[in-house]
T-cell receptor, first 111, second 112 residues
């Protein structure tokens, strides 16, 4: 299917565990982004990537790691999950910067 | 500083009424993009429009229209003849240097 997909859609984990959220896009967009959405904070950029092997920090990068070995994939890893990382995570992609299209989101609960 | 302000936290109208959602932005950049997104109760973020700072033409797409005015740094969104399915949170966003600055969103409630 064309578009941008995220997996898993829902995840429950425990404090201290490592969690990886996957993002895959089929458009070959250069830019990819990870956002988190929390009540009272709106959408905040975690990391973004301008191309394969090029990543950069956003507004709230602490506690997260990203990689982009292939243009179509942009996984986000929480190295040691904390309760404050409970959120909805959105991946997005764009051909020219600025997030054009979003994935369906991953709801993460850290207990 | 770059900023997007959506002063209307929540708007409630009766179906078939027209409604305008306001968006005011601040930026020192001469080249930038403005966006509108819709987030229905199901939670996904739906891209509605992207507007280049050099293109001040208004745009109409069905019942949706956008009014971009650089002189007042505004990019307002109007829904004509609103429908219950338009109920959602609408976000305005500003892009510069590959990052999006988001407004807080306006919750639109369309009553049948």
């Amino acid at each position: 299917d064309a578009g941008i997909t995220q997996s898993p859609r829902y995840k429950i984990t425990e404090t201290g565990r490592q969690v990886t959220l996957m993002c895959h896009q089929t458009w070959s967009h250069s830019y990819m982004f990870w956002y988190r959405q929390d009540l009272g904070h709106g959408l905040r950029l975690i990391y973004y990537s301008a191309a394969a092997d090029i990543t950069d920090k956003g507004e709230v990068p602490d506690g997260y790691v990203v990689s982009r070995s292939k243009t179509e994939n942009f996984p986000l890893t929480l190295e040691s999950a904390t309760r404050s990382q409970t959120s909805v995570y959105f991946c997005a992609s764009s051909e020219s910067g600025g997030a054009g299209y979003f994935g369906p989101g991953t709801r993460l609960l850290v207990l | 500083a770059q900023k997007v302000t959506q002063a209307q936290t929540e708007i409630s109208v009766v179906e078939k009424e027209d409604v305008t959602l306001d968006c005011v932005y601040e930026t020192r950049d001469t080249t930038y993009y403005l966006f509108w997104y819709k987030q229905p109760p199901s939670g996904e973020l739906v891209f509605l429009i992207r507007r280049n700072s050099f293109d001040e033409q208004n745009e109409i797409s069905g019942r949706y229209s956008w009014n971009f005015q650089k002189s007042t740094s505004s990019f307002n969104f109007t829904i004509t003849a609103s429908q219950v399915v338009d109920s959602a949170v609408y976000f305005c966003a500003l892009n510069s240097n590959y990052q999006l600055i988001w407004g807080a969103g306006t919750k639109l409630i369309i009553k049948p």
